[in-house]
């Protein structure tokens, strides 16, 4: 059976922490793994990975796919308040285009 | 340009009704998704247009459950005969041919009292 597993489901940190949210998949025919940030209902894009050991940034988040060992982790540093949300991990795959989510992992930032 | 929208933005309604839910996608994305999130939960993936053609329905979790697609357009997802464990947010996202990315709706936030 696909699955993604995210972890941890939730987090409490203070601003100025660096956090590290993980992604591990089982899916047959991978085709990309995705980040989506979650404020209130629309998820909004992040990050696509298709390659391993490719780091893709974008100001203060990174992130990185092991397709040898099947995860992801997207890495948050110096948090702010407003980067508290719900982290989702999606893997997509080439059987007719399905995209499997991850539980998702809570992130709250505190000041 | 519009983002996906997608109507109505809150559904109540009584056990055994049925419902329609519609998704307006980004014009000139021709791949639509619809997705279930359930209170806590990750999106469940329910099925994809590729135009107007869906090529797997078994996401769908039940018979109750259909989607249609006109024009390349608008879709529409239909509950039929609602339970209770209905209730979720509904999800729709676009992207172009070929991309990954997905763009996402506001969604519908459906009550099955």
């Known amino acids: 059976e696909d699955k993604v597993v995210q972890s941890p489901l939730s987090l409490v940190v203070h601003e100025g922490d660096t956090v590290t949210l993980n992604c591990s998949y089982e899916v047959t025919n991978f085709r990309s793994l995705l980040w989506y940030k979650q404020e209130k209902k629309a998820p909004t894009f992040l990050f696509m990975l298709t390659s391993s050991g490719i780091e893709k940034k974008s100001g203060r988040l990174s992130s990185i796919l092991d397709k040898k060992e099947l995860f992801s982790i997207l890495n948050i540093t110096a948090t702010q308040t407003g980067d508290s949300a719900v982290y989702l991990c999606?893997?997509?795959?080439?059987?007719?285009?399905?995209?499997?989510f991850g539980s998702g992992t809570k992130l709250n930032v505190k000041p | 340009g519009a983002g996906v929208s997608q109507s109505p933005s809150n559904k109540v309604t009584e056990k055994g009704k049925d419902v329609e839910l519609r998704c307006d996608p980004i014009?000139?994305?021709?791949?639509l998704y619809w997705y279930r999130q359930s209170l806590g939960q990750g999106l469940e993936f329910l099925i994809y247009?590729?135009?107007?053609?869906?090529?797997?329905k078994s996401g769908l979790p039940s018979d109750r459950f259909s989607a249609e697609r006109t024009g390349g357009s608008v879709s529409t997802l239909t509950i039929q005969r609602t339970q209770q464990e209905d209730s979720a947010v509904y999800l729709c996202?676009?992207?172009?041919?070929?991309?990954?990315?997905?763009?996402f709706g506001p969604g519908t936030r459906l009550t099955v009292t």
């Open positions: 247009f590729q135009g107007n053609s869906a090529p797997d």
């Open positions: 014009s000139g994305h021709t791949a």
């Open positions: 999606a893997v997509g795959v080439y059987n007719f285009n399905k995209f499997y």
């Open positions: 996202a676009s992207s172009l041919v070929g991309m990954d990315e997905q763009y």
